[in-house]
């Protein structure tokens, strides 16, 4: 939730309380879904744990890490070389 908080006071900076509620709720509907779906493959994956489905589940794993790091590393590399 504290990212929700970030985007609904920067936007309540931006447009007043209207715009934050819808962006908030936006976003938590959009983490529940992908949460849900999250799910619903993590015990797809279980109920057939193969060879396959190990991998598959490694596999995806990795990528999501993979793809957090090389985002959080490249915004920390661009707030080092901003202007300020």
């Known amino acids: ?25 936006i976003f938590t509907l959009g983490m529940i ?16 744990m193969d060879k396959w489905s190990q991998m598959t589940s490694r596999t995806i794993g990795f990528l999501i890490g993979s793809f957090s790091l090389v985002i959080s590393i490249y915004y920390f590399f661009m707030f080092l070389t901003s202007n300020k």
């Open 1 to 25: 939730m504290s990212k929700t908080i970030g985007f609904s006071l920067s936007a309540y900076a931006l447009a007043g309380w209207s715009f934050p509620i819808m962006l908030g709720t």
């Open 33 to 48: 879904i992908t949460d849900g779906l999250n799910g619903y493959l993590v015990a797809y994956l279980i109920k057939g």
